[in-house]
């Protein structure tokens, strides 16, 4: 579902999504991180900013850094952030299998966000190729913007986090046909 964030930046109205997901954690072989899929993903516009950077991690997939400036997009993570502690609440006999407290939940969560040296960032997953390529034009193309997706909880060990990914770039002079 595509939502406007900035219309979402309290937590009531994040709950008014009734956010759910489907099944039981299933494992990537590869990396050996479960994922638990949101059954409707959830896909923000991403205000115009900065890229940090762009790396590969040890498993050859491409993390986008993107420095977070609006107050708004953090109230909205920060809300999300809650949600998704207090649903994993709900939720973790099916995905961890124990009953966990929210104070252990909220110990092993990682946070939508990060703060570096003052700044905050979010970080974001990019598998399609040509996105990739058309990604790094971000900070010098004014018109490019990026939407991203929430789109599953990755279990990991003792820790747990969504999965925000590239969902795509968009021109804002373009009409939507």
Do not use: C, H
């Not at 950077?53 to 609006?70: G, S, W």
Request: aromatic residues 14%; proline residues 2%; without cysteine.
């Amino acid at each position: 579902m595509n939502i406007d964030y900035s219309e979402y930046t309290t937590y009531d109205k994040l709950e008014k999504l009734n956010v759910s997901f489907i099944g039981n954690p299933s494992k990537d072989l590869e990396t050996d991180i479960y994922n638990v899929y949101f059954e409707s993903p959830i896909t923000i516009q991403l205000p115009k900013s900065k890229l940090e950077e762009i790396v590969e991690n040890e498993y050859e997939k491409y993390i986008a850094k993107y420095i977070i400036k609006d107050t708004m997009l953090l109230e909205f993570f920060d809300n999300m952030d809650a949600l998704i502690i207090n649903l994993s609440n709900k939720y973790s006999m099916k995905w961890f299998g124990k009953n966990l407290d929210q104070k252990i939940l909220i110990q092993f969560y990682e946070n939508l966000y990060n703060i570096e040296n003052d700044q905050k960032y979010l970080e974001f997953l990019v598998d399609d190729d040509d996105l990739l390529e058309e990604l790094t034009e971000y900070n010098i193309d004014d018109d490019l913007d990026i939407s991203v997706s929430l789109v599953s909880i990755e279990i990991y060990k003792q820790q747990y986090r969504v999965l925000l990914k590239l969902d795509s770039l968009d021109y804002e002079n373009d009409e939507i046909v």
